[in-house]
């Protein structure tokens, strides 16, 4: 009961701000409510979700999944960049120049999210795992972010990396910009959530508790500023020439059809990415901050770092298409996160920087956010018999048709995207969306391949591997209950 009376007045007071577009002081003290709101639900005491953690973490037996004998003595951080698309990194091709730093890192991947938005993508950052295998996805035919009470939790018998690490004697920081990114974390890893502060914030915060630190460390860091709404130190909002800096401008606008064939709309949508890309330089200059302080520190040779995104963002791409053939309850289209799986959403960034010698630009094969935990357990030179979906990294990028899974939507009917080669299946069934698109002919994923045979062929194998990890899931259910001496 207490649940229900509490997602009632979450969603009241988003109902309310729905009618707030045009007022900016009722806007501002509306968001000042549902952050408070927010701040009381979610991380009203930090202590308690750290409670909740430890006393998990104490009942599990590390040893019947890792070799608790090992001591890995290397530090581990993950930074994830929050809606950071792909393309709109300068190295990927964007003539502006928004990630100088990030560009010079190491080892750059070009991967797919799991899923198009925050829950179930980090949830796969942190197991290793696809959303349909770690659980934490929607509720309901129809998914809708709205309702809380939709939100399915990791599954019981999948470990996160902060729980085997902490059994590896690592001390745990995790700390969110972006309060959906902690989540699916309740009870499976301590978290603050420090809701839309600026990345040299978030970063400082993390510098303070890492010069505290005596021992191996784990640290997880997601960055607001790319999410909406955009709102960068004054020197990066026409960092790339003047913008029509307010409200609409820094949340969404013309997001229905009506409104595209305007002067105003392309006026909007320019500024709008000249907005983002002033941003992400932002983000650009806080992550190579953060660098220098890991290198005064000493601390690059003793620690992998990492620096992802959990999706990308869209700017009207397949705005068309998005309002002719999806149903979306949002009742917005062509903008944001969270509703398709088209490639402008699920193309990310993974880098590997640190102690890692090797150097490399990996961008011809696609590799997964699942393969982050594995690469590291690699890198760690642990031993353990954990099931993942992922692999090392450096193994993956060789594979050149190795199918690739994106899914899970927020908004409105199932969507899955399974790429393999120069393919990819966008299938939602409830839709009657079965589109095939040849990457390399159509990269803008346009023009679907009308050969219904061809099209059949990659339905079939995405219901196969579907159906292989349903029996997976079970065997590795059963065998989690017979190798744990407590229940969890
Ligand atoms: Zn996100």
Known sequence: MGEKMTDKTRQLILFAMKFTKRSKLLAKILGTLYHKYMKHKQYS????????????????????????????????????VDCLRYRNMSFAG??????????????????VSTAPWTYPSVSSILTGMYPHNHGAILEGEIKNFDKLQNFKSIRKSVLTLPEILYG?????????????????????????????????????????????????????????????????????????????????????????PDKWNTEKFHKYREDKLRLYDGTLRYVDTAIERFYSFLENKGLLDSTILIITSDHGEEFWEHKDMDAKYFYNPRGYYGVAHGHNVFNELIEVPIIFDGIITKKGKYTDNYVSSVDIMPTILDLLEINHNLTFDGMNIFNAVKMKKRPILSEAVAYGYEKKALIIDRYKLLYAPDDRVKWLFDLKKDPEEQHPIKDEEITDIFIEKLQKILKKDETRKISDIVRSIQNLNKPL
Not at 60 to 79: A, W
Not at 207 to 224: C, D, M, P, R, T
């Open 45 to 80: 005491s930090e202590k308690e979700i750290s409670e909740e953690f430890y006393s998990r973490v104490k009942k599990i037996d590390f040893s019947k999944f890792v070799d608790i004998s090992q001591k890995p003595d290397l530090n581990v951080i993950i930074i994830t």
């Open 94 to 111: 964007n003539e502006r120049e928004t990630t100088p730093f990030v560009d010079s890192m190491k080892n750059i991947f070009k991967a």
């Open 168 to 256: 590896l004697g690592y001390s745990i920081y995790f700390e969110s910009a972006i309060p959906v990114a902690t989540y699916p974390f309740r009870g499976r890893s301590p978290f603050k959530i420090t809701y839309k502060e600026h990345a040299e914030n978030v970063l400082e915060n993390l510098e303070q508790w890492i010069i505290k630190q005596k021992n191996s460390f784990f640290a997880y860091v997601q960055l607001g500023d790319l999410h909406t709404p955009l709102e960068p130190p004054k020197k990066f909002v026409h960092y790339f020439g003047k913008v029509n800096y307010d409200y609409h401008l820094k949340n969404w606008d013309f997001f229905t």
